[in-house]
């Protein structure tokens, strides 16, 4: 992991940033875009690079397929998430941990993070970029966190609609949650330095986790 951290004084609250199925290295100006932000705002922020070797090799576009990585990925979210789940135990240990944790995902991170919360009723609030919950999971949840999920309707990775489905499960579970989307974006569309919708996602991210995690 990654520590940004946030110059405040007593207990902080913190937030896990998961990457996509490409890793952090696709780029890491992105992420760490948000984790700065973050800290700037008086969360701490980790960066967690949760991929194996093995996840690298079996989700390269250059080695697979789309099929080859959508079976992978059907079979690895559980193995995904309980390590996430182990980190969230160390940083609510820490002696200046406030105990409200959030986590933030991207595409196939935004699934994590909506499956992980769904098993871990220690998460106080997620953010899924252009990411839904994992089929298996849809029928099985009993809990969610606050919840927003952010997309673009020009989405051909990750359809609109997965995320309109995760949003509709969070209430269905009594958890309060928002979908804003992006007219003509596609899927990654805040990972561009010029595109003036990345500043928009950035910081309704932000205020999100500042009135769920740092409200009283």
Do not use: C
């Not at 937030?15 to 696709?26: A, P, S």
């Not at 609109?160 to 003509?184: D, H, R, S």
Request: net charge negative.
């Amino acid at each position: 992991m990654t520590r940004y951290s946030a110059d405040r004084v007593g207990k902080h609250a913190a937030v896990l940033v998961l990457h996509g199925n490409r890793g952090v290295e696709i780029n890491p100006r992105a992420y760490g875009r948000y984790a700065n932000a973050l800290a700037a705002g008086g969360i701490d922020a980790y960066l967690v690079r949760y991929f194996t070797t093995a996840d690298y090799e079996a989700l390269d576009p250059k080695k697979s397929t789309r099929e080859s990585r959508d079976a992978y990925t059907t079979g690895r979210f559980e193995g995904w998430a309980m390590p996430i789940s182990s980190v969230v135990t160390a940083i609510v240990n820490r002696p200046d941990a406030s105990g409200r944790i959030g986590v933030i995902g991207f595409s196939l991170g935004g699934y994590i993070a909506a499956d992980t919360a769904a098993h871990d009723d220690r998460i106080t609030a997620i953010a899924v970029l252009y990411g839904g919950m994992p089929d298996a999971m849809v029928d099985q949840v009993k809990h969610l966190p606050p919840l927003i999920e952010l997309h673009g309707e020009a989405d051909r990775n990750v359809p609109l609609a997965k995320g309109e489905e995760l949003v509709n499960l969070a209430k269905v579970v009594g958890a309060p949650a928002e979908q804003v989307t992006y007219p003509g974006r596609e899927h990654g569309f805040d990972f561009s330095d010029t595109d003036p919708m990345t500043d928009d996602a950035v910081g309704r991210v932000v205020r999100f986790f500042q009135a769920h995690l740092l409200g009283s």
